[in-house]
């Protein structure tokens, strides 16, 4: 089954986790990964990301790499949630819920999601700062390499 | 027409969400944005220093893409989502 | 901070998570594996798992892992935790979550530590069937060669 | 002596956990091995049919490892946790 939303409201990793465990055994590899706000320990430091998307082009895209990760990999159920709005530090942003019969391919999928999520759906992030400043956050290199992997 | 969005940065520096564009034959994305940056200089100037993307009817397209009437552009800068 | 635990009783997985997000947000990418006995769906299934161990070589091993990959890669939070004794279906037999400023480097450690653990640590499994047969699980080509992907 | 130590199905086919072996000088890992077959068939059997691993005092070694009195040996399968 697969599962993706993009919502405002926060999410409980722990109670995913636990949805997806109740398989009467079918899996044998959970692999989650979840996104967070970072404290990055400046002097005027992040207090909050503010994410904004394109609602539509969004999920459409987020559910076909899931179906192209389904096509690479074995994997059983998908779970792909992405917060926008502002979001404060320490709080989960993105979660990535992969389960399979055999870990590499859990693990796999789950990477494969989160390099391709970062360079090709459609989120924005501004970062608000302690002063009172906010700033787009630029796309990374190391981001775009990271998904070239899978090509 | 065209429906044309815009996103992020490139919806804040521009002061705009969306707006219509009148859509002539064989007209494409780069030919949209050509008509954008006519605008007035704060156009001319943001699409100036923006890497631009643009998505046509909610797919990633490049700016040869041509564009039709009724169809939706989404112009922003890259994602930086996750 | 490592926390490596080899136990009979059972763990809740969700609950280890709880306990690594209270980070004030220092992390920005936690990734969490579990390996459960599977069910196999066999005409004469696989009811559990029996997993023995060498006490005492079984935790050093588990700790060196951690630290090589401490060398390796920039994490914050290591939890490893490996149940040993008779496991039923569905249940979790190992556990590994790592914590990390930036999420490819918890992703190499979490996959990393699993590889490493599958081939170096002194734990051996026995299968159990519904007719009461038993029988040790052989060693897999397809870990050695994920294992040394880190050589 | 050296303390030697089974593990999993080397453990069960053997019906022993844990025995002591006089340390002769020079003697390595193999030649211990060679000490516990001629206790009878069913060793020389095991021994035959299983690929053994060895630690010495918990950590894996070559099976041409040196011995010393005191020492901690312990023979295995390959391993096939997690």
């Known amino acids: ?151 | 027409m065209i429906r044309v969005l815009f996103f992020a940065s490139l919806r804040e520096r521009l002061g705009c969400d969306a707006l219509e564009l009148a859509c002539s034959p064989g007209m494409c994305v780069s030919d949209a944005i050509v008509e954008l940056e006519s605008r007035g200089p704060q156009w001319r100037e943001v699409f100036a220093e923006t890497q631009c993307l643009a998505a046509a009817n909610q797919t990633m397209v490049p700016l040869s893409h041509p564009l039709n009437d009724g169809d939706e552009l989404a112009l922003f800068p890259p994602v930086t989502g996750g």
């Open chain 1, 1 to 151: 089954m697969n599962k993706v939303r993009v919502q405002h409201k926060a999410f409980c990793a722990a109670q995913e986790y636990q949805a997806v465990v109740d398989d009467g055994g079918a899996n044998g590899a959970i692999v989650m990964f979840t996104g967070r706000v970072r404290a990055d320990g400046a002097s005027n430091p992040v207090t909050a990301l503010e994410l904004e998307h394109y609602p539509g082009m969004t999920e459409q895209v987020l559910e076909r790499l899931v179906l192209e990760a389904r096509a690479r990999w074995q994997i059983t159920e998908v779970r792909l949630i992405h917060r926008v709005g502002k979001i404060a530090v320490g709080e989960d942003i993105v979660l990535v819920l992969v389960s399979s019969a055999h870990r590499q391919q859990a693990f796999s999928a789950a990477e494969f999601l989160m390099d391709k999520l970062k360079t090709t759906a459609t989120f924005w992030k501004k970062e608000h700062r302690l002063d009172g400043s906010s700033k787009w956050v630029e796309a990374k290199t190391s981001d775009d390499a990271a998904a070239s992997r899978w090509d």
